[in-house]
């Protein structure tokens, strides 16, 4: 119904309604643009059924990541039971075929899988925020090599880099798969921040900046950031998402530590042991599903923040505010 | 005119790159890992193969960074790979050209099947905005996009080959009842195996040809040239397919060839829970036997495919819609 699609204006329930200023506007409220963003995306997510979804599915995993004891009493590693265990109210997944309890597995794999999710989603938004706008703001030749860099990367396919990498590594521990990922992919996002930052480039608020004399790190990081709150928050759920895919993948494929309890390590195991030809399907199917569900927990939240974020609804937004005056 | 040359000189520039980081990167990871994998092989290979590697990978010689990057440059324009570790004495050049068709047949038809389906409930859905199926489409892309490609490949190897047992799961033909021929039981054989793995792929890669399309309809359907054709009394089937599909259709093919690196990711995992004799399967299994001069050469075939594909797509545009040419 209301879906937010690139260039189209949708008369959703979280459109652009309301008396809110043009983002960024000189004129506006008191409080700086990122507390306004924010508080119009918390908005947002409420208003929008998709995104309320998704918020409430990311905090479940985000408790079950920081408080996985509290919900399995196992230890995740401990071969402790009888091997190809069935589902039962004991094994609420089974046991695998080495006699660790499925269930804890999945729980505690949750905290692996968040931390890459969020510190490489963080990183990689952090890179492309930097090229992006550095790229967008200072212009000229350094906007020319930057945006040739940005290019060449996007076009370079990722995975099969990511596999290279860490196959010299010899497989990779946490830290290093998110290194490897951020390293790869931040090149779609910077070129989103680029052109957003360039739109910004000419507007008022920025000129009355630099007439007061600011300096330009001032402004990228005072003036032009914070008015793309919206928008650097839906490239960190794009990014959040790929991450997992990404590292959960390269785990999958026996590129990650096997001694990390992870849902892609999970995932290794049950292929290592033909868990699906052996009678064990929940072995492969349970991690899976919890990567699919946590995705689609990313995906359905960018929904929300695309609807504010898109450059392309406010310019429309923009337009007409000028028509008015 | 123009446009193309600025398009193939970024080709070329990007294909360089490509190269040089295939060159660095075994020379810039800590401890070398040629260095073990030589090691590894070294009562197993003739003198003469070794010192091939050694060359390929810059160890134990004398020569400059440099010379070392020209010789590797050389080797690779002239297609010579080295030798394959797993597969050895066979040279890389002979293993990959046993395992690049399966994966240009397996991922060509996926991928036109894909265009054509995707593109066609793209155009339906945006034409028929608010409708069923618009309203069914989009949301189910949004939780697709969010499943993994190698899991979406094992619940059809679980339903279709384990449960049902109505297709098989492993390989590229029967390898113990049917020989490579050009009979048509080895045909449907080969057939009947790729199925699920294209499948798999179909289903992973077709959301973006859906949305992408559709967005571009929903645009295009604004256009005065549309409100026009209405006000002719042109009738839908004629404005939807003549008037707002054939504007739309290009640019989503641009956007697909940037998204092409998806596809083939997806194609790796996909050959790897099939055991498909593909292109991917055999880089997994380069990284899994240490064969890195085979491992190197898999990434730059991937690499170069999808920078080929990109070029196309963007020569392909550039020749067809005008618009573009000015833009650039």
């Given at each position: 119904m209301s879906m937010p699609i690139s260039g189209v204006s949708t008369?959703?329930?979280?459109?652009?309604?309301?008396?809110?200023?043009?983002?960024?506007?000189?004129?506006?409220?008191?409080?700086?643009p990122a507390t306004r963003a924010l508080s119009r995306m918390a908005r947002a997510v409420r208003s929008n059924r998709k995104a309320t979804v998704g918020a409430v599915l990311l905090g479940i995993f985000i408790l079950v990541g920081l408080f996985p004891g509290l919900i399995a009493?196992?230890?995740?590693?401990?071969?402790?039971y009888a091997p190809?265990?069935?589902?039962?109210?004991?094994h609420l997944l089974g046991t695998t075929?080495?006699?660790?309890?499925m269930f804890a597995q999945v729980i505690w794999g949750t905290r692996n899988v968040l931390i890459i999710a969020f510190v490489a989603g963080l990183a990689t938004t952090g890179i492309a925020v930097l090229v992006g706008v550095a790229a967008a703001y200072l212009g000229g030749l350094w906007d020319g090599s930057l945006s040739l860099f940005t290019d060449v990367l996007l076009v370079i396919p990722i995975f099969p880099l990511l596999i290279v990498i860490a196959a010299y590594l010899h497989g990779g521990t946490t830290i290093v798969l998110i290194l490897v990922i951020t390293v790869t992919s931040w090149s779609y996002t910077a070129r989103q921040l680029r052109s957003q930052a360039l739109s910004l480039r000419n507007r008022d608020f920025l000129a009355a900046a630099r007439v007061r004399g600011e300096r330009r790190l001032y402004i990228i990081v005072v003036e032009v950031i914070p008015t793309m709150t919206s928008l650097l928050v839906a490239c960190f759920l794009t990014n959040a998402l790929y991450a997992v895919l990404f590292a959960s993948s390269l785990q999958f494929i026996?590129?990650?530590?096997?001694?990390?309890?992870s849902w892609g390590t999970m995932l290794y195991w049950a292929q290592n042991n033909a868990a699906l030809q052996t009678g064990q399907p929940m072995w492969a199917i349970a991690p899976g599903a919890c990567i699919a569900v946590l995705g689609a927990a990313f995906a359905l939240l960018n929904y929300a923040f695309d609807e504010i974020g898109n450059p392309a609804l406010r310019s429309v937004r923009r337009t007409r505010v000028k028509r008015a005056g | 005119m123009r446009f193309a040359f600025r398009r193939a000189g970024f080709f070329l520039l990007t294909l360089w790159i490509a190269l040089t980081i295939n060159f660095l990167l075994p020379r810039l990871m800590?401890?070398?890992p040629a260095l073990a994998m030589v090691s590894k092989f070294h009562g197993q290979l003739n003198p003469q193969a070794l010192h091939a590697l050694e060359i390929l990978f810059g160890?134990?010689?004398?020569?400059?960074l440099w010379q070392q990057y020209v010789t590797y440059l050389h080797n690779v324009f002239t297609g010579n790979?080295?030798?394959s570790m797993s597969f050895y004495p066979a040279s890389v050049r002979s293993v990959i050209g046993g395992a690049i068709w399966w994966t240009v047949g397996l991922v060509g038809v996926a991928t036109v099947l894909a265009f054509v389906l995707g593109t066609g409930l793209g155009i339906v859905s945006a034409w028929r905005r608010g409708g069923q199926l618009d309203s069914v489409v989009p949301p189910v892309f949004v939780i697709a996009s969010a499943v993994p490609y190698f899991w979406v490949a094992m619940v059809l190897v679980l339903i279709f080959?384990?449960?049902?047992?109505?297709?098989?799961?492993?390989?590229?033909?029967?390898v113990s009842s049917d020989t490579p021929s050009l009979s048509p039981s080895y045909f449907g054989d080969v057939l009947s195996h790729a199925l699920l793995p294209a499948a798999a792929l179909l289903i992973t890669t077709i959301g973006t040809w859906i949305l992408t399309m559709r967005n571009a309809m929903i645009t295009t359907l604004a256009e005065d040239y549309v409100r026009m054709a209405r006000a002719k009394g042109l009738p839908g089937r004629r404005i939807m397919l003549d008037y707002a599909a054939r504007n739309a259709i290009l640019p989503n093919l641009t956007g697909f060839a940037m998204s092409l690196g998806f596809v083939v990711s997806g194609a790796i995992l996909i050959e790897y829970v099939f055991n498909y004799p593909g292109v991917g399967y055999m880089l997994l299994q380069a990284v899994s036997g240490e064969d890195y001069p085979l491992m190197q050469a898999l990434f730059l075939l991937i690499t170069v495919a999808v920078l080929v594909a990109i070029l196309i797509a963007d020569i392909a545009t550039a020749l067809l819609d005008p618009r573009t040419r000015t833009a650039g």
């Open positions: 008369a959703g329930p979280a459109g652009p309604a309301g008396p809110e200023p043009a983002t960024g506007a000189p004129a506006g409220p008191a409080a700086p009493h196992d230890n995740p590693n401990a071969d402790a190809r265990l069935g589902i039962s109210t004991a075929a080495y006699g660790q309890d026996g590129l990650g530590d096997p001694n990390t309890v | 800590p401890g070398n160890i134990n010689t004398q020569t400059s790979f080295g030798t080959g384990i449960s049902l047992h109505w297709l098989p799961y492993i390989g590229g033909y029967n």
